[in-house]
């Protein structure tokens, strides 16, 4: 086969994988969001701030999201994981990038679409609950640190399910899952003893990777990274979402040699 990339041909792919696969996406995304609004939705329907029910809701923001892309992004090469879905794969009339492309494509669209209607939820679902409260506290929308946090984990790993879902043949999710929790612990860790080391303070900060420092001396501070580095970060982890689906790709034409 020809392996230079044709315009024809792609669409004829993606055509042919969207037909193939499309309900199954669907179902998937639906499903997901179900969950979501399941979860989210009563805070909507009390006259009073409920704990219980607003942690529910932000498990589902965070939570929901990020395990709901996840199983979306496992299956994203599932037609590699036995000998013989993958000869059929490969035989298909088309070039690895294309191939790669078309898989790459409908899982970048999805994944950001879920991302994009679980935020849409949480601050629409939190201001249709605040109408119903007249006196006292009322639900916060989570603060931009935290959606920050989210944001990076969600796209970190949806790279690393993505890579991990070619790489291994069988249980990917789980495999993938527990290595990335390996090298999560290890960074929550690392940047505790930097909070701990810079601020003194060993029993009063809490620090998430990449995000503020929070110190606690009678009254709370948050530390900010300075611009230049805030924005070094964003490089770094943009670039490391990127060389997880550039590995994919290099990844995926060893399967097909």
């Not at 890579?163 to 495999?175: A, D, E, M, Q, T």
């Not at 930097?194 to 948050?222: C, E, H």
Request: proline residues 3%; charged residues 10%.
């Amino acid at each position: 086969m020809n392996q230079q990339f044709n315009t024809k041909r792609f669409r004829l792919v993606l055509k042919s994988y969207w037909a193939e696969n499309g309900r199954s996406y669907l179902m998937s995304i639906g499903f997901t969001i179900g969950i979501m609004l399941l979860l989210m939705l009563p805070i909507a329907g009390t006259p009073q701030v409920i704990g219980l029910l607003y942690g529910l809701h932000i498990f589902a923001l965070i939570g929901g999201t990020i395990l709901g892309g996840c199983l979306f992004t496992s299956g994203a090469f599932s037609a590699y994981a036995t000998s013989e879905k993958g000869i059929a794969a490969i035989m298909i009339p088309a070039s690895q990038l294309e191939k790669f492309l078309v898989v790459f494509l409908i899982n970048l669209i999805s994944v950001v679409l879920i991302y994009t209607i679980g935020l849409q939820f949480h601050s629409g679902i939190v201001a249709l609950a605040n109408q119903k409260i007249v006196m006292g506290d009322h639900y916060q929308t989570a603060p931009p640190e935290l959606i920050r946090f989210v944001g990076f984990t969600y796209f970190i790993l949806q790279g690393a399910v993505f890579l991990g879902s070619l790489y291994f043949g069988r249980n990917s999710l789980l495999k993938t899952l527990g290595a990335v929790l390996i090298i999560t612990v290890f960074a929550f860790v690392f940047n505790l003893f930097l909070a701990y080391q810079f601020t003194g303070f060993s029993a009063n900060v809490f620090a998430f990777p990449f995000t503020f420092w929070s110190v606690f001396d009678g009254q709370r501070y948050n530390l900010s990274y300075p611009p230049l580095i805030d924005r070094l970060i964003k490089v770094f982890l943009g670039l490391l979402v990127m060389a997880l689906v550039f590995i994919t790709y290099v990844r995926l034409k060893e399967k097909e040699i």
